[in-house]
């Protein structure tokens, strides 16, 4: 399955899940639901991209 | 019963928990099972979605031989004990069988349900490990929805974390004479 699939993709159902379960937990009404939880996943990927990005760059550089 | 007010800046909704034990019993045996029996039945579909989606994604993944269990004690045997289950215990009774079998074998009693979740022969788990990523992306999934059963389980129990107020407790008449207390729940 990973030669079809590129490893990274993994990363996708368990950052929408952590963040729908945690804004779940959090709050009862729907929209702050949603809202929280699009927030926190675009906050967890953006981290993640940042920091590949930034191992990519020094990688190169040494 | 226990009613916790959600308080947001949008919405003020009343969460009836009903018995809060129960529930957060009922939420950790199958990760939404505790707020279908509070009647949340959005929240009780989100979680088994996510959850469950997730544990036997992980589980698929893994090929089945990831969930497992064994009776040592780790400080004496660390290359054998399996710390994935801690957190894989919590999904509930899509885990449980591992801690069945694992007892059973413990006890020298042959497995049940066909040794399903029980522990394979050295060989396979070998085989395993050489199998690589979607292995370990498999316990990370299994483990990861155990954990966040636990934030279902707390919210079951207690209501969600953000502007959970109780409703206020009924102020009891005081009689001439006697201190007039207001028992304020935290």
Redo the contacts between chains.
């Keep these: ?2 030669d079809q699939i590129h ?1 990274y993709w ?1 990363v996708l ?2 950052v ?3 963040s ?3 804004a ?10 949603w809202r929280h939880a699009g927030r926190l996943s675009l906050m967890i990927l953006g981290i993640l991209i940042g920091t590949t990005v930034a191992l990519l760059l020094i990688n190169t550089q040494v | 019963m226990a009613d916790v007010s ?1 308080a ?1 800046p ?2 003020r ?1 009343i ?1 009836d928990l009903r018995n809060p034990y129960v529930a957060g019993f009922l939420a950790w045996l199958v990760p939404g099972l505790g707020h279908l029996y509070q009647g949340r039945r ?2 009780a579909a ?2 088994a979605i ?2 469950l ?2 544990f036997f ?1 992980g589980f698929i ?1 893994g090929e089945g031989k990831i969930v497992l269990w064994r009776w040592i004690n780790p400080m004496q045997d660390s290359e054998s004990f399996q710390p994935w289950y801690l957190g894989q215990f919590w999904a509930g009774i899509a885990a449980l069988p591992a801690l069945i079998q694992a007892t059973l074998t413990h006890y020298g009693r042959p497995t049940m349900f066909g040794g399903f979740m029980a522990e394979p022969p050295m060989e396979v788990l070998n085989g395993l490990h050489q199998r ?3 292995i370990e ?1 498999g316990k ?2 299994t483990t ?2 155990g954990l ?1 059963n636990l ?2 389980i ?2 079951a129990y207690e ?5 959970g107020v109780p409703l206020p407790v009924p102020v009891r008449e005081t009689k001439p004479g006697e201190e007039s207390t207001v028992e304020v729940a935290q």
């Design positions: 399955m990973s490893i993994f159902p368990l929408i899940a952590i729908l379960v945690y779940a937990s959090r709050h009862e009404s729907w929209p702050m639901i | 959600a947001s949008t919405s909704t969460v959005g929240k989100l979680y996510c959850i989606g997730l994604t993944l690589g990523k979607l992306i990370i999934y990861i929805a966040l934030l279902a707390f919210d209501g969600p974390a953000e502007g």
